[in-house]
Each structure stands twice: as C-alpha cells, then as structure tokens.
C-alpha cells in the first residue's frame, strides 16, 4: 500500500537532490512499485497549475498540516 495518497500535500526532501527541494506540491498520481516494495513507489507532484514532476517514496515527507502559499 502506498504511503501517501493523491492530494496529500508533500515536501520534496534532500535524500536525492532535486530542482524541487525544499518545495511543496500535492501528490497528482500514484504509480505503486510492481513488486509491492513501497520504497520504490513513485508519485507524480504537482506544484502548480502547469509544473509536475516524478518523485521516489523516499524524496517526500508528508506536510501536516498543509502550509498554503509556499
């Protein structure tokens, strides 16, 4: 099962670097690792109306509770 769920607001961490860290974005799509290896799951974020990107488990925290306007 994944960790987040689409319109989960996230933060893009620094475990892999990224454009995006440091940014929030809601999660858009989930695409679960074939193999159930939740790790390895991967989430499409999108920051604004326009601007999306593919993200590991791994490189999201979970903003709670969402921050608006960042």
């Known amino acids: 099962m994944p960790r987040f769920k689409i319109d989960d607001v996230v ?3 620094s475990v892999i ?3 995006h860290t440091g940014r929030q ?3 858009k ?4 690792n074939a193999r159930g290896k939740q790790t390895l ?3 499409v974020v999108l920051f604004n109306e ?3 990107d593919k993200f590991w488990d ?4 979970l903003v709670f509770p969402p921050v608006t306007g960042k």
């Open 17 to 19: 670097h990224s454009k």
């Open 50 to 52: 326009s601007e999306e």
């Open 41 to 43: 799951d991967r989430y």
């Open 29 to 32: 799509t989930v695409i679960p």
């Open 58 to 61: 791994i490189q999201l925290v």
């Open 25 to 27: 974005g809601r999660i």
């Open 11 to 13: 933060e893009i961490n």
